[in-house]
């Protein structure tokens, strides 16, 4: 009988840690061997993808109370973290979003609003992209931009009085900003991108003091918008330019998509108002605070807008969000965060992530700004091969360990590492709107493989850049 391969690997694999917890070979107590035993099977799991990446997130509830490492007590509150309910909530207003169609009539309008020659249609969809990657999930805010890109360079492909080569850049441009800009976008919010809840989740965890979503905004907004730019001077002005003139035929397009959406209807106003009341107590909650009896934080605020969907009613039969409508949400994302912070306080309690940090300091005096560079590069490379979520996961107890053996700022080394592994630009499996672009057949995989490392190290000096000198200003 012939076995299957998937099956093979996990026995492989499996059987390889086994060897690891019953040699022992870095001398390790009987807690410590067992704990990064249990990781290493995990980070296995996920890098190769044996198992759904929610159901490897379960393995610390199943063993580890069995183990006396973690109490039952202890490891479910991993699950349960504020974080969690955090994003919950930003799911929420995405689904509603999504819903009603506001993503679509947003990305229109300002394409509508920045032109329609080749080099505004490109800057448009950076524009509309990265604004909805903020506040959807970058996979979604992709495979919402996906058809109306190629309904574009279809339009471009049948006009017969633009350039073959100018026609090949377009094309290959207008896939290439709707993955990278989905990415780059992401990184503005909190809750842009599950990376980004992770590690402020295993921030609160740790008790450290969590980063709030206005300094969140505070710092990685303006990041994300100086990438934007440059991702688009680079592709036109540089790299890929092209000759379109504004087209006749690209404005009737748009404008005939805006007019089938119509005037905005009850439905959508209420959830642009629901979506807006959230932003604007999560920009100003600290001010706030110093007025209203009950203190006001950032799950609390994306909780009661969540909820708000689900109260408020278009008619008597149909609310803003149904619960069916929850389908479509990731679920397992939320199990996700919950493995790796239940793994993160397992590391933590025998000593692994303290070891590591003495480790690291056992080579020398080395400086802040190097430790960070070193971070950056090791993040956004390795981000290329593993899913950014897992990865996050993985590091930030790590990079915890290693930043309190040598009395550095965790949070500045951590927002780095996080900030690091959602912009992989290079390879398809770099992240989801990688693969999903890469799938329309417009993009070589030369041709990425060299934007997606000029866009890496942009992004490597600009992450560098803020974090060392932005940080500590908005901190």
């Known amino acids: 009988m012939k076995i299957d391969q998937q099956i093979l690997k996990i026995i492989a694999v499996v059987f390889i840690v086994w060897v690891y917890w019953f040699v022992n070979p870095l001398s390790f107590t009987s807690e410590q061997v067992f704990v990064s035993a249990i990781a290493l099977l995990m980070i296995a799991f996920w890098t190769l993808e044996l198992l ?44 509603a979003i999504e819903k009603w169609n506001l993503h679509k009539r947003i990305a229109l309008n300002i394409i509508n609003i920045t032109g329609t020659s080749g080099n505004k249609v490109i800057l448009g969809f ?14 979604a805010t992709t495979m919402m931009m996906f058809p109306i890109a190629l309904a574009v360079i279809k339009m471009v492909e049948t006009t017969p009085s633009i350039d073959s080569r100018s026609v090949k850049n377009f094309s290959f441009c207008m896939m290439i900003v709707i993955a990278y800009a989905s990415n780059f976008g992401g990184i503005a919010t909190i809750i842009g991108t599950p990376p980004n809840v992770a590690f402020n989740s295993y921030l609160q965890s ?24 440059c991702l688009y001077f680079i592709l036109v002005k540089f790299m890929y330019p092209n000759t379109i003139k504004s087209n006749p035929e690209i404005v009737q397009f748009i404008k005939k998509e805006i007019k089938s959406l119509g005037k905005m209807n009850k439905a959508e106003i209420s ?8 932003v604007i107590l999560w920009i100003f909650k600290d001010l706030l605070n110093g007025f ?41 994302i939320l199990l996700l965060f919950g493995g790796g912070m239940a793994l993160a306080n397992a590391l933590e309690k025998v000593g692994l992530l303290k070891l590591i940090g003495e480790y690291i300091q056992s080579f020398g005096a080395i400086g802040f700004s190097s430790i960070l560079i070193m971070i950056i590069l090791i993040s956004i490379f390795l981000s290329e091969l593993m899913s950014n979520i897992a990865q996050v996961i993985v590091l930030a107890p790590i990079i ?37 672009a890469f799938s329309s057949g417009m993009i070589e995989m030369r041709s990425m493989l060299k934007i997606g490392f000029i866009m890496n190290l942009v992004c490597i000096v600009l992450i560098f850049l803020f974090c060392l000198y ?3 200003i908005i901190n």
């Open 400 to 436: 915890g360990g290693i930043a309190e053996s040598m009395n550095y700022s965790g949070i500045q080394l951590g927002l780095a590492m996080t900030l690091a592994a959602s912009c992989a630009s290079m390879l398809p499996m770099g992240t989801p709107p990688n693969a999903i």
């Open 126 to 139: 950076i524009i509309s992209t990265g604004f909805l990657s903020m506040w959807l999930s970058n996979t």
């Open 271 to 278: 959830v642009i108002s629901i979506f807006l009341f959230t």
């Open 52 to 95: 759904p990446l929610p159901v490897v997130a379960l393995f610390p509830i199943l063993i580890f109370p069995y183990h006396d490492v973690l109490s039952w007590d202890s490891i479910s509150k991993a699950y349960s973290n504020p974080m969690i309910f955090l994003f919950m909530g930003g799911f929420f207003l995405s689904l």
């Open 470 to 472: 932005i940080f500590p």
């Open 292 to 332: 209203l009896p009950i203190k006001l934080d950032d799950t609390r605020i994306a909780l009661t807008g969540g909820l708000l969907l689900f109260i408020i009613r278009i008619d008597k039969s149909t609310a803003l969000l149904e619960w069916e409508d929850t389908k479509k949400m990731s679920w397992g």
């Open 206 to 229: 740790q008790n450290h003091q969590e980063i709030s979503f206005f300094k969140w905004m505070a710092i990685c907004t303006p990041l994300a918008i100086v990438i934007l730019i």
